[in-house]
């Protein structure tokens, strides 16, 4: 076996020799690559890419090689298949009226972060992702002055593109809140409003406050107590009759005696009354008497003149014992030829001394009295009477309805009782008819 072996392979290398010696014989030589390494592509999303390999430079040849050395021959450039996008959405970033905002775009992870899509099939590059800033759309809101019943605010300025932003410039440079431009409400002006009184005629009005802004009445000065109901402050009329009584005069008694009864019309409600009275005295200028009461509490007096000359009433009261009194006028009038005349207190009032006749040349007397005949005036309690809580002013002189009031010490009651002096008159000669007369309703008391 060995032997036979040996004979083969002679064989075989004498047949390589004899095919070699042949080719060169006929002028052939075996030929040799000049191979050139073209680099690897890489592939994108969208196109393919290839792997690196070699290829003959010989225009003869050109073959292509996977390795260097040229031992594996390829016939097709070797490709890389396109990745495809790894898309990722951006939203948008809407734009303010003072800063740019960013449109919708996409990117992929497979390309660098400047690559900007408009789709996420990345068909379409964007090269602009910019919104332009809006710019401001102002609205000015005037400013309101507040009230006592709403507040109010400093003028304010809105932009119709920033819906809830509230600006405190037209320029939009400052923001603000509704809190910041809000003002207080304001102090109610609140003054006094007088009452007014309730007659047998005609209901009346409790005395109440007023704002002179908002028009709302209140009980207190303060504000704090709101009358809803204007109702609330009606007086119901008087079940008594409050008018001054008015004479028929002709049917008049002259003198009124104490005890007296009188016809007469209730000037309010225009309604038929009957009037009782204390006392009445026909008293001329010369007259030195005057009537006196120490106890009566209310009364009346009246008195008409048939005769010519003054007509007067007299109204004395005496005060035993220090303290502080009231002489208070709710009805005093005249009538003169029948008609009503309001009387008003003026005199030169309370001197050292009345005037020698206890009555001066003006409407009424006022005057305080050391005794019952005497006319001399206490000099002391002429310095505490007051008309109304406030000294006499000939400027201002009460009439009608008044009070009187005087203050008496230890001292001035020493001596005895004081007495407390009002003549009301008319001056000057009457001589045609009808004449004149006079009607006085009071109240004395001691302060409580």
Not at 180 to 196: L, N
Not at 300 to 329: E, H, P
Request: charge should be negative.
């Amino acid at each position: 076996m060995k032997i036979r072996s040996l004979r083969v392979a002679a064989l075989l290398t004498a047949t390589v020799c004899a095919t070699t010696m042949m080719l060169a014989a006929c002028g052939e030589e075996e030929h040799k690559h000049t191979l050139q390494e073209v680099a690897a592509v890489a592939a994108t999303c969208t196109t393919a890419g290839s792997e690196a390999y070699y290829k003959c430079t010989d225009s003869t040849c050109g073959k292509l090689f996977s390795d260097a050395e040229g031992k594996t021959e390829i016939t097709a450039i070797p490709t890389i298949a396109a990745t495809g996008h790894d898309m990722t959405k951006h939203d948008e970033v809407s734009a303010t009226c003072t800063t740019d905002g960013t449109k919708e775009y996409y990117t992929c992870s497979h390309e660098a972060a400047t690559v900007y899509y408009a789709d996420e099939q990345g068909t379409e590059k964007l090269t602009d992702l910019t919104i332009k800033a809006n710019g401001h759309d102002m609205t000015k809101h005037d400013a309101i002055a507040p009230t006592c019943e709403q507040e109010g605010n400093k003028a304010y300025w809105t932009c119709a593109n920033e819906p809830g932003v509230v600006y405190a410039d037209a320029e939009g440079t400052e923001t603000t809140t509704m809190d910041q431009i809000t003002v207080a409400k304001r102090q109610h002006s609140i003054e006094p409003v007088t009452g007014i009184p309730a007659t047998c005629a005609a209901t009346g009005t409790q005395a109440h406050y007023q704002c002179l802004s908002c028009k709302k009445i209140y009980s207190d000065e303060q504000g704090e107590h709101e009358i809803t109901d204007p109702t609330e402050l009606t007086i119901p009329k008087s079940e008594t009759h409050t008018g001054m009584p008015i004479f028929a005069y002709e049917s008049a008694p002259d003198i009124v005696a104490t005890g007296a009864e009188l016809d007469a019309t209730c000037f309010d409600c225009k309604q038929a009354i009957k009037v009782s009275y204390a006392f009445g005295e026909n008293a001329g200028r010369g007259a030195t008497a005057a009537t006196v009461l120490s106890t009566e509490k209310g009364t009346t007096a009246y008195i008409k003149n048939t005769s010519a000359g003054r007509t007067s009433i007299y109204v004395a009261v005496k005060a035993s014992q220090a303290g502080t009194y009231t002489l208070s006028f709710s009805s005093v009038y005249s009538t003169i030829d029948g008609i009503v005349k309001e009387i008003i207190v003026g005199s030169s009032l309370v001197s050292s001394t009345l005037p020698s006749q206890g009555c001066i040349f003006s409407d009424e007397n006022v005057g305080v009295k050391t005794d019952d005949t005497t006319l001399a005036v206490a000099a002391n309690v002429a310095k505490t009477i007051l008309f109304n809580g406030a000294a006499y002013d000939p400027a201002n002189m009460p009439k009608n309805n008044f009070t009187i009031t005087f203050t008496l010490t230890a001292d001035d009651v020493a001596s005895g009782d004081v007495y407390f002096n009002v003549c009301y008159y008319h001056g000057g000669v009457q001589t045609s008819t009808p004449l004149r007369s006079i009607f006085a309703s009071y109240t004395f008391q001691a302060a409580e």
